[in-house]
């Protein structure tokens, strides 16, 4: 899980259609560098969103001002040396030892209060950066569903860590999980910030008409999207027929960048024709199973939304003029 608030920019150093490794899983792989602050604590098996997607890491590769090898393995917790039959057990300290040995552990641990994750790190043995880069295994799956095959060498791409407990949620709900490929058709600046417009792409990369164009029914103006894992409110809404027609591979909707996001995700650096990976506000899918399963027959009761379908399907018979006899029908 992931707030959509985007922590660095990193750069693909390699891209590798076949990578016959066990980190590379023989399909491709992406290995990403210049990323500091996601390396500082990071570990094989972690999650990391790259330009939206959830990807796991495979491989480790340290700096080289780091004596670590390169790692594909998650490490394992050493074994103590057997204690051979006979050797005696170290005499139980006093309680004034144990109070002075706890007292010296607090006082050699008390810095670390309050200290960044990259210093922590230090302090717990480990150098700071100790690796310069790290690799990720793609699925079939993930190229067909995202833009992350496009990239190339040298390409940039937006970075955030698996969110923690405790950290403000100052985006939204991000899974990971990219619903589909939009294209940015329109940029233009309104005072001093920029508005970008999209529309949805097919999986095989043609416009409109295609499964691409799904995600618009979940698109709502004032709502939350994430385009390239960046968490952005969308600021308008429409579609190509007048009256707004927004059916299926229909329609377009705009976010507007502030200066400082625009220098803090890689859309910042993108214009007309480029892609975005696009997932949208998961509470909209959970609504609208609820509701056809509802509406179908599929949930045995929901009273809370069988009154709300009753009013509206009252107001909109009244509107109709049918009075009495449309209040009957509708409670019959």
């Not at 170290?90 to 002075?100: G, I, L, M, Q, V």
């Amino acid at each position: 899980m992931f707030t959509g608030l985007i922590e660095e920019i990193g750069v693909i150093s390699t891209l590798t259609p076949h990578d016959p490794s066990t980190a590379g899983g023989s399909g491709t792989s992406l290995t990403i560098a210049s990323c500091p602050l996601i390396l500082s604590d990071a570990k094989l098996g972690d999650s990391i969103s790259v330009n939206g997607t959830c990807l796991t890491i495979t491989e480790l590769s340290p700096s080289p001002s780091s004596s670590l090898p390169t790692s594909s393995k998650p490490p394992s917790n050493p074994s103590p040396p057997p204690r051979s039959e006979g050797t005696p057990l170290p005499p139980r300290s006093d309680s004034a030892t144990e109070t002075a040995t706890l007292t010296s552990l607090t006082a050699a641990i008390s810095p670390l209060e309050g200290s960044s994750p990259s210093t922590s790190a230090e302090h717990n043995g480990h150098p700071k950066h100790e690796y310069k880069s790290f690799k990720l295994s793609l699925s079939p799956e993930t190229l067909v569903r995202t833009n992350l095959g496009a990239l190339s060498q040298g390409s940039r791409v937006n970075l955030e860590r698996a969110v923690k407990g405790e950290v403000r949620m100052g985006g939204h709900f991000v899974q990971g999980h990219v619903d589909a490929v939009a294209r940015i058709t329109g940029v233009r600046e309104e005072g001093n910030m920029v508005v970008y417009r999209f529309a949805p792409v097919e999986r095989d990369g043609g416009e409109k008409e295609g499964e691409g164009g799904d995600v618009l029914r979940y698109i709502v103006e004032k709502g939350y999207v994430a385009l390239d894992g960046a968490s952005l409110t969308v600021t308008g809404v429409g579609g190509e027929e007048e009256g707004g027609g927004r059916g299926k591979g229909k329609g377009w909707w705009e976010v507007m960048l502030i200066p400082y996001t625009r220098t803090r995700v890689v859309m910042g650096g993108k214009g007309v024709g480029d892609s975005v990976n696009v997932e949208v506000d998961m509470v909209g899918k959970y609504v609208e199973r609820s509701v056809r399963g509802f509406l179908e027959g599929g949930v045995e009761e929901l009273p809370g939304l069988e009154a709300m379908v009753r009013r509206i399907v009252r107001e909109e018979v009244e509107s109709m003029g049918l009075g009495g006899r449309g209040r009957g029908l509708v409670e019959g």
